[in-house]
């Protein structure tokens, strides 16, 4: 389908108007630009300069053999976003969205309503999930069931710089999330009222639109979630990484590796459990033969 049918497309040259009115001639790279961003203000705020300080480190969970198959391959595991722990995280936010622009009205918003993503597993998102904190209880609870939960800290900046994939933070409040979303559509329809395009290079910029509208649900999640300040590591299928498959619970499992340098592993802190001694040293000899030298290993004294 195409998402352009209903816009308006002159076939002169690229131009868009100032605040006063008058007419500025723009190639089409520069339109890009200004949509790009648009989409940096949304998805990635951290990069602007008025924005908040990011953390120091983030923080993954996981178990006793993700972690060793972490360190051994040293990369991440982005998982499909269709086997993420709660499915309805994926439909949470991709209603929100389609639900804001419903509520709108005119050919852009019509456009991008037209390019929407179905929510079956055709979608081929990959997310490797981090939390602001390394020692919550809920955290352990999740992952120490069968007390071998580990929360890796990895520093921000290492993740930030990771190739072809974006890291943004989630969003939990209906407020923030309605302003985010307010936002991102005013600039997109804003931009596509100022700009005369022939119109094949409108339907390249709608299709980019529609694609930078649509990563957004990955981050929006429910307030009930709100305690874990995730922030997410997302790729997408283009991204140019290989997928594989790991067997999880009786399921396959796709997912890519998204590879880090060892000194970004500033910290492995071993959840509650038994034998935490020995498997704190354990850990250490691991550690030592993989050359992840300046990794420090921790105990969390959180009762579980």
């Not at 935490?276 to 550690?287: F, G, K, M, P, T």
Request: include cysteine; aromatic fraction near 8%.
């Amino acid at each position: 389908m195409n998402p352009l049918k209903g816009l308006t497309a002159c076939r002169g040259s690229c131009r868009i108007r100032d605040a006063e009115g008058a007419a500025l001639n723009i190639s089409l790279s520069e339109a890009r630009i200004e949509l790009a961003k648009a989409q940096t203000k949304a998805m990635w705020p951290h990069f602007l300069s008025q924005s908040v300080v990011a953390p120091e480190n983030l923080y993954h969970s996981t178990n006793a053999a993700g972690l060793q198959g972490i360190l051994r391959s040293r990369s991440l595991w982005a998982s499909d976003c269709h086997f993420l722990n709660d499915r309805s995280e994926l439909v949470y936010g991709h209603n929100l969205v389609k639900d804001h622009l419903l509520s709108q009205s005119g050919p852009v918003v019509a456009a991008l309503v037209r390019g929407m993503p179905p929510t079956d597993e055709k979608a081929q998102i990959y997310v490797a999930s981090f939390c602001e904190h390394g020692d919550l209880l809920s955290q352990w609870r999740g992952y120490s069931r069968v007390q071998d939960g580990y929360s890796m800290a990895f520093r921000f900046s290492s993740l930030l710089v990771s190739k072809n994939v974006f890291l943004t933070k989630v969003l939990y409040t209906p407020r923030d999330q309605e302003d985010n979303l307010s936002d991102l559509v005013r600039s997109i329809t804003d931009l596509f009222q100022r700009i005369d395009l022939p119109e094949d290079q409108a339907l390249e910029l709608i299709k980019l639109a529609v694609d930078v509208v649509w990563s957004l649900p990955f981050r929006l999640k429910d307030k009930s979630f709100e305690g874990e300040q995730e922030w997410r590591l997302v790729a997408g299928l283009g991204s140019g990484y290989t997928e594989e498959f790991r067997v999880v619970d009786g399921h396959f499992v796709p997912y890519i590796q998204i590879p880090f340098d060892a000194e970004s592993l500033v910290e492995i802190r071993q959840g509650p459990g038994a034998f935490r001694a020995a498997n704190v040293d354990a850990l250490r000899r691991l550690l030592a033969a993989k050359k992840f030298n300046s990794t420090r290993v921790e105990r969390s004294p959180v009762p579980l």
